[in-house]
């Protein structure tokens, strides 16, 4: 069964930093794309980054080049989403996500981590 479980969430003032974590248990991870999406109770879900299995190709929402990055621990099965010059804007709940290279949707999520930015 595949699990994902994230963490890091919290509160931060404006401009601070926050570290998710997402550790999954999928096998063997390099067989996933990973993603981060978000969601407010205002707002549908949202895409905010993405990275390929090898580690090296990264996507992003426009609203968080620059401020956000990307990576993956291959060996740790653990992906995270390094978040800089926070925003207001930026609060809601993260969610983790996983699809295997073969499909193109994401079929696995986690929990949702939260992340609160004061002004």
């Known amino acids: 069964q595949v699990q994902l479980v994230e963490s890091g969430g919290g509160l931060v003032q404006a401009g601070g930093s926050l570290r998710l974590s997402c550790a999954a248990s999928?096998?063997?991870?390099?067989?996933?794309?990973m993603g981060w999406f978000r969601q407010t109770p205002e707002k549908e879900r949202e895409f905010v980054a993405a990275?390929?299995?090898?580690?090296?190709?990264?996507t992003y929402a426009d609203s968080v080049k620059g401020r956000f990055t990307i990576s993956r621990d291959n060996v740790k099965n653990t992906v995270y989403l390094q978040m800089n010059s926070l925003k207001p804007e930026d609060t809601a709940v993260y969610y983790c996500?996983?699809?295997?290279?073969?499909?193109?949707?994401?079929?696995?999520w986690g929990q949702g981590t939260q992340v609160t930015v004061s002004s």
């Open positions: 990275i390929r299995w090898n580690g090296i190709t990264t």
């Open positions: 999928v096998r063997p991870f390099s067989a996933y794309n």
């Open positions: 996500a996983a699809h295997l290279l073969t499909e193109s949707e994401y079929k696995y």
